[in-house]
């Protein structure tokens, strides 16, 4: 599975959950208040044995019986879009219902139409706001049919004047209708989707705004850390070094020295990432042979820390890539994509990196053959801090990140459990690609 890095998705407001949840109580609410509104005006003489009293009634009931089922629903979780669906033609029976009990085609009650429009809107975006004003048409179109045809007669209780109309005022009501259910249907679904993305936009500028302020406290704390931890360290390592070379030391003496050496040199890496990851400048971008730089990081990987040791790093690319980019920058991003790999891989596993080219310009690819990162970690590869490793500290892929950024490339991650990963950066190159000469196998 792949994961691309680049442009983040867009997160919509409230959860659908709980936007179903406050329709369905805003529902119950609204449907009495409108049931009260049209008893008042329309069954103010009826007795409470009227045929439309009673159907009023039904009506009600009926609503707070699906309100039941829809709470059942939500409490399971699952299939909520098609139950937030189920809800906007429900609810357009409903209204038919009311638009039945107060005068046909000419009931005010008509305009609930366009409210469940503008409430499949706010549930599922255009779509929803179609469905809506789709079963409303219909059902409207069906009822005003039936009664004009004389097929379905008017409630007994209510004045046969006001279902009484002339085939010119049927098509009236009914185009007008029509009319105000797509002009509602295509503005609250533009306007839902600009919601969307402005709510996308504005989660995301608060993330970022967070993760900058994160960033400069780690930076403070860095920047004072970096000082007094490189000054011992650096003695540290020029004393081991020393003593390494001592021939009087015993076998078990140098070991035990390598291993201070090891452990010195992740602690120095660790500090050039902290220091990389919160000291952010603009990249000096020029001319840059990335396969050459590619090169002298896998030689200089080869021979320092496990790659030096128990696992393989190879270059396996083209002799010649221009791209433009900042060419310390570049060298650092691969470096610590090499290093990552290095990391994962097991005794014996090689590391193989390479660059090809392809329509935009080039990608590097870093392939190790380690345990692979499962589909939750990849989500959060590329965060600060965030490790799958026992001992590592999650910063080295947040600069890699963070210099992909400032360049404008695109990062690629494919893995699979228990096969390996790949990192593939997909850099542009500095002019019309050409021929790049030939491949290097194993250099």
Request: with cysteine; aromatic share 6%; hydrophobic share 50%.
């Amino acid at each position: 599975m792949a994961v691309r890095l680049g442009i983040p998705e867009n997160l919509a407001g409230a959860p659908l959950p709980r936007r179903l949840a406050w329709v369905t109580a805003a529902r119950l609410f609204f449907l009495v208040a409108a049931l009260g509104v049209i008893g008042a005006f329309y069954l103010r003489s009826a007795g409470s044995e009227t045929v439309s009293v009673q159907i009023g009634w039904a009506t009600l009931g009926f609503a707070f019986a699906s309100a039941g089922v829809y709470a059942a629903v939500l409490r399971t979780g699952r299939g909520l879009d098609r139950l937030a669906l189920a809800q906007l033609v429900v609810d357009q029976i409903t209204w038919t219902v009311l638009v039945y009990l107060s005068g046909g085609a000419t009931s005010g009650a008509t305009s609930f139409y366009g409210l469940t429009c503008v409430t499949g809107a706010a549930l599922a975006g255009l779509r929803g706001a179609a469905v809506a004003a789709v079963s409303g048409g219909a059902l409207y179109v069906g009822l005003v049919t039936l009664l004009a045809r004389g097929w379905l007669p008017p409630p007994s209780d209510q004045p046969t004047a006001l279902y009484t109309l002339t085939r010119g005022e049927v098509v009236y009501y009914v185009l007008v209708t029509l009319l105000m259910l797509v002009v509602v249907t295509l503005l609250a679904g533009f306007l839902a989707e600009r919601l969307r993305v402005e709510a996308g936009r504005a989660v995301i500028a608060e993330a970022r705004a967070d993760r900058a302020e994160r960033m400069a406290a780690l930076g403070r704390l860095a920047a004072g850390l970096a000082h007094e931890i490189r000054n011992p360290l650096g003695s540290i390592a020029g004393s081991i070094q020393l003593l390494r070379d001592n021939p009087g030391l015993s076998d078990e003496d140098k070991q035990l020295c390598e291993i201070v050496q090891r452990e010195a040199e992740r602690l120095n890496d660790l500090v050039t990432d902290m220091l990389d990851l919160t000291r952010r400048r603009d990249p000096v971008v020029a001319e840059v042979d990335v396969s050459s730089v590619a090169r002298e990081v896998v030689a200089l990987a080869a021979k320092s820390g496990r790659g030096g040791s128990d696992v393989g790093v190879d270059y396996r690319g083209l002799e010649r890539a221009e791209v433009r980019a900042d060419p310390a920058q570049l060298r650092q991003l691969i470096w610590n994509l090499v290093r990552n790999a290095v990391q994962a891989s097991n005794p014996g596993d090689v590391v193989v990196v390479s660059i090809e080219t392809e329509a935009a310009g080039f990608v590097l690819s870093v392939a190790d053959q380690g345990p692979g990162i499962d589909e939750a970690a990849r989500e959060r590869l590329f965060d600060a801090f965030f490790t799958t490793r026992s001992h590592g500290t999650g910063v080295g892929l947040a600069v890699v990140k963070a210099i992909a950024e400032a360049h404008g490339f695109s990062i690629e991650v494919e893995s699979r459990e228990g096969q390996g990963a790949t990192f593939r950066v997909h850099l542009a190159a500095a002019a019309a690609p050409g021929p790049v000469g030939r491949a290097l196998v194993g250099a």
